[in-house]
């Protein structure tokens, strides 16, 4: 599976971004999808996930309420709503899939290259 992450950009505080994940290969039904991110200086972290077999979603507390995350399997397409973003929402944004809707890290088998988000107060 390749994955590949587009969306990103320079917004200002309490503007929105959809950030899009598109996958090439067989079988992306089966496979729970993940966001993580990257702020500067820090290390991956965990924003949400989606479950592949009855599209159970999971979020990150600091992102609860503000970003939802969706799929689309007929497109192979994974998407990432960021609603009222903040600063602190500033990172390098991954996705990911796996076999399993974990919030870490080393769950998930492939990964985009990842798109920057820059939110300027």
């Known amino acids: 599976v390749q994955l590949r992450a587009s969306g990103g950009g320079l917004v200002q505080a309490g503007g929105s971004l959809r950030l899009s994940c598109v996958a090439s290969g067989r079988a992306f039904s089966r496979y729970s999808m993940g966001w993580f991110r990257r702020p500067p200086g820090k290390e991956r972290e965990f924003v949400a996930a989606?479950?592949?077999?009855?599209?159970?979603?999971y979020y990150a507390d600091s992102v609860k309420g503000r970003f939802t995350i969706s799929r689309d399997n007929a497109k192979n397409t994974v998407y990432l709503q960021m609603n009222s973003l903040k600063p602190e929402d500033t990172a390098v944004y991954y996705c990911?899939?796996?076999?399993?809707?974990?919030?870490?890290?080393?769950?998930?088998?492939?990964w985009g290259q990842g798109t920057q988000v820059t939110v300027s107060s």
């Open positions: 989606i479950r592949w077999n009855d599209g159970n979603t």
């Open positions: 990911a899939a796996g076999p399993h809707c974990g919030l870490f890290v080393y769950e998930y088998d492939y």
